[in-house]
């Protein structure tokens, strides 16, 4: 058993779909304020952590550093549908966290795995974009056509 951590961000059925399939490990659970003491009589065994707001915008520090000190070995994004749309924020706090693997969980129990930041090859991919962006523009020029630079 590892410890596990769960973000919020879907509708009941598929938060309980995952706690059913988790069973009683050791759980961290990000929930909206609003929904705290409700969960909290349903699943006493899962650590329930409020972030002080119903949105995952802007989540306040004493929340991000609860999560942040620990290392996870999963962590799980769950989706109301069977895709997610607008999760950058999440995926941002998702980023700062240290993890072995992660997943999105969506309505039907599907895992789908989300790769860990490589910061190295984030930054080979960038320079890639820009190299053939500048390679575009000078190809462009010798033809004669005019386009504004690539910033």
């Known amino acids: 058993m590892g410890c596990i951590l769960i973000f919020k961000t879907s509708v009941d059925a598929t938060m309980k779909r995952l706690f059913q399939e988790l069973g009683g490990q050791d759980i961290d659970c990000l929930i909206q304020s609003s929904q705290v003491g409700r969960y909290k009589a349903q699943y006493p065994y899962i650590n329930f952590i409020d972030i002080c707001q119903e949105s995952f915008y802007d989540l306040p520090a004493e ?42 969980y969506n309505c039907n129990g599907d895992k789908i795995r989300i790769p860990r930041r490589n910061p190295v090859r984030d930054a080979l991919c960038r320079l890639y974009i820009r190299w053939t962006g500048f390679i575009y523009i000078l190809r462009s020029e010798r033809q004669g056509v005019r386009h504004s630079r690539i910033h």
């Open 63 to 104: 929340v991000t550093d609860k999560i942040v000190s620990k290392t996870y070995d999963k962590v799980f994004v769950t989706f109301s549908g069977i895709n997610g749309h607008n999760y950058g924020n999440v995926m941002e706090t998702v980023s700062r966290v240290r993890f072995k693997r992660a997943f999105f």
